[in-house]
């Protein structure tokens, strides 16, 4: 019986055979496989390239200095996006998340009148709060990530509303270290904010603790294959509520970003960034089925949204038509993804 | 590597009158089976002989409702597979257990990685990469597995043989006392299944008892010591692969011959 059995497996592998031989197309895509934020820095570069020699204005210091604060704000969101996309979920929430937290942060401390920092701790435990939230109803109740975090979207969103009255906090009524991320220094005649600093803190410490921790192997472990993570001995629950918590506090981090960026805390500002935090995870060369990306290629992709966006103005065109552009960007770097995944022999 | 020898040591794992119920199908039905130091005993059955159930229960992914289980003559209690991994029983499942998108090196140390020496690993948490590559180099040279050079080679580039001599590895390297096989060339070609076997035997010249379950006679009667086949929940027989050959065993298995328990 067993003969029988492995008389297909020998003709699979002379298929494995055949599929060994390589040509320089197979050898390009298994370099992109291995190193997905290759292809996000190629584009990234041609877009700069591109946009550039269109427009003189693109590469001057100044406006370089205003495409890094157009992308630390959904920078930060796609960061903590990417957390939970490595672990094949997905969070419709992170901007609802960002709004709450950044109005009690406000409000804490110019309505309530509580020192800056407490407000700011505020916001960090709303954070965490809404992690916990998320990662308890993927955790325990076994719901998937897309419909927790579509009803917890419209909670947030609901008692965003509620706790505001609907009403914008203005940057010049709050004490200095809110709005502390949007001052400015200079590098080089660009212009940089704190906040775009604080960002690329946040992305240097989450990429350190994913390649150089045994927490950050286990989060990538549970995306890729679960079953094959709990039977490592690997508690993949445990893992996927630290991520949500995780993403929380990054999301309270976006949220004082947010506050400096925009110079005021409003109910309105960045409730739509969930799709363009999630189209920056995507352009970064993150697989939506969990378990393969970088943080790197992450920021890559906020860059290239943030330029084609920034450019294509520049270039004079309409609005809408650089929105048509980005659905497009998102079709071909998903296609692009697909083929690449062929590319593992 | 004589059975006669072997056997007459003390079971290093030792499971009496194991009863396992779902609902009202009996998975086993007081079965009782022993594991000898050096020995690698075979289980085979027909489906729905409780061999997988047994299996389970001797690698803590099932509880038995009945029956005890002993590691070297101490009653052990395997609530879930961590437990029996902390005993040192390891196992490889048939469905090539592994990370795809994380390197050898990083699943044959997945969940029990290890840190740098210092406040580096123990404030920080910092991994020992280096440490672990090596260590698993070295440990896949021990195996014989030398198709694996590159250990920063991720999974899922690697062929289904390859995947699987990862998994025994990782078995081998932490499974100090017993080494559990569950299918390990189910889904496996011939020339994979090749290399698992050779493995295998690489085990038990290495001194380590080794339990393979497997449907595969002609691969079973090749590298099994003894032979524990399951029948109706319970064991039917216990033979030796020298004084029996495969119909023997397929009558027992079927229930159209009986044999006593060794």
Redesign the interface.
Known sequence: ???QA?AP??E??LA?EFLDRSTPLSTIR?LLH?YPAISPAIVLIAAIAVFGSLNDRFLEPSNLSLVSQQVAVVGTLALAQTLIILTAGIDLSVGAVMVLSSMVIAQATVQNGLPAPVGIGLGLAIGLGAGAVNGFLVTRLNLPPFIVTLGSLNVFLALTLLYSGGATVRGGDMPGLLTLTGETFAVGGVNITVGVVMMLVLYVALAVILQ????G??V??AG??P???R????SVKRVLASVYLTAGAILAVAAWIQIGRSNAASPNIGIDLNLDSITAVVIGGTSLFG??GTVWGTLLGALIVGVFRNGLSLAGVDVLWQTFAVGVLIIVAVSVDQWIRKG?? | MSTDSTSRDAPILEATSLVKTFGRVVGLDGASLELYPGEVLAVIGDNGAGKSTLIKCLTGAEVPDEGEIRLEGRRVHFKR??DS?AHGIE?V?Q????????DVA??LF????L?KPGPLGTVL???DKKRMRRQAKEELSNLGISTLQDVTV?V??L?GGQRQAVAVA?AAAFGSKVVVLDEPTAA??????RQVLEMIAGLRDRGVPVILIS?????VFEVADRIHIQRLGKRAATISPRTHSMTDAVAIMTGAAQESVS
Do not use: C, F
């Not at chain 1, 150089?212 to 927490?215: D, E, S």
């Not at chain 1, 039977?231 to 690997?234: D, M, P, R, S, V």
């Not at chain 2, 469905?95 to 994380?102: D, Q, R």
């Open positions: 019986m067993s003969k492995n497996a020998a699979h592998d494995e298994y291995r150089g921790t045994a927490w192997r286990h990538y472990a890729d294959d079953e094959a993570a039977l490592a001995g690997i378990g393969r593992r022999k | 597979p961590q991994r196992t499942y469905t090539l257990a592994v990370a795809p998108a994380l990083a699943n997945l969940g029990r990685e840190r948490r910092a991994l991720p899922e580039n062929s990782r496996l070609g011939v020339r994979e299944s449907h595969d006679m002609p691969q």
